[in-house]
């Protein structure tokens, strides 16, 4: 099996070129959030992800992502926004404005930069 890395504009593209990015992180026992949650909203596209616990820190789910909770919810997930493209529209417009107001690479180490001081001193 063969599989190609895809990165920067090229990812971008291949994100927006799909109705509906879906993605699927939950190993049993981890935590936490990957980059894609990030990512594809800031692509614009309409992200379908697994449920996290952190993941309502940063999203509000069916607003800025979907989110389904098991097999029988993604399917009805995927027919659902397959078949509303003011829904997929919606919810990808409204990640990327969620992100790029609050997730920007800058933001985001300001904040770590915030929190390395208070721990410090």
């Known amino acids: 099996m063969f599989f190609a890395k895809i990165v ?4 971008n ?3 927006n070129s799909a109705k509906i990015v879906l993605n699927a992180s939950r190993n049993y026992g981890c935590s936490g959030l990957n980059m ?5 909203p800031a692509s614009g596209s309409c992200f379908l992800t697994d449920w996290a616990p952190e993941l309502e820190r940063h999203f509000i789910p069916e607003q800025h992502i979907s989110v389904y909770s098991d097999l029988d919810d993604l399917g009805l997930k995927i027919v659902q926004l397959l078949q509303n493209s003011d829904l997929r529209n919606d919810i990808g417009t409204s990640g990327f404005n969620h992100v790029a107001k609050s997730y ?3 933001k985001l180490a300001n904040q770590l930069l915030i929190q390395y001081k208070g721990l410090v001193t």
């Open 104 to 106: 920007t690479y800058e």
């Open 8 to 11: 920067g504009a090229e990812l």
């Open 36 to 40: 894609r949650f990030f990512e594809v």
């Open 13 to 15: 593209r291949l994100f």
